[in-house]
């Protein structure tokens, strides 16, 4: 095993080592542009895919239809809790409408391929990933936030998911505002082993 050391990290590999996820609370203007998504997408097409698949797709939500996101995530809030308080309403709009930038993350599993299902989870994954990295490497924070409301299929529906699709979650992402909480950093003997057969 080999310590980390911040001194000898090769060029691209230092923004890695820095990106973590930044609430959208803590997220504001500018937002990214058009130009700036399209190199986020790249990034993600970029990724490893078995076959070439792309098993995932994006779906911008621009601000003029955030209303629209934020009363069908009220209307989920209300099927899933009938009870919900004004507060949680309030919190279910707020999460349509507060991220200059949102993105709906879906997954699509080609169910013909020769490529099994865990696999091309896995490529859609590496592609978020990327698509992480390259929000933090423009400068931007990003976070993925999923929950029960991407389970709901009148949302999904909604949103043009079909049948064979997943809503896994949405994306997040904007001009850090406030830093987030140092991340801790974790060993990398935690992950890392050696095979001694």
């Given at each position: 095993m080999t310590s980390l050391d911040s001194n000898a990290e090769p060029a691209g590999v230092g923004a890695l080592?820095?990106?973590?996820s930044v609430s959208p609370k803590?997220?504001?203007?500018?937002?990214?542009?058009d130009a700036q998504l399209a190199l986020v997408i790249h990034?993600?097409?970029?990724?490893p895919d078995h076959a070439g698949l792309t098993p995932w797709r994006v779906i911008h939500i621009p601000m003029a239809r955030r209303?629209?996101?934020?009363q069908l995530f009220v209307l989920e809030k209300q099927r899933r809790n009938p009870l919900a308080s004004a507060e949680e309403i309030a919190r279910?709009?707020?999460h349509a409408t507060r991220a200059p930038t949102l993105l709906a993350f879906i997954v699509r599993v080609h169910a013909d391929a020769l490529?099994?299902?865990?696999?091309?989870?896995?490529?859609?994954g590496a592609a978020l990933g990327n698509m992480l990295n390259a929000f933090h490497a423009l400068g931007f924070g990003a976070i993925v936030l999923s929950g029960d409301r991407c389970a709901d299929n009148r949302l999904a529906t909604a949103l043009d998911v079909s049948d064979e699709e997943r809503l896994a979650g949405f994306i997040s992402a904007g001009?850090?505002?406030q830093l987030p909480p140092a991340a801790p950093s974790k060993p990398v003997d935690r992950v890392w082993s050696t095979w001694r057969a």
């Open positions: 080592l820095t990106r973590r803590r997220l504001g203007w500018p937002a990214p542009s990034a993600g097409l970029r990724a209303d629209d996101l934020a279910a709009r707020e490529v099994p299902a865990h696999e091309q989870w896995l490529a859609a001009t850090v505002l």
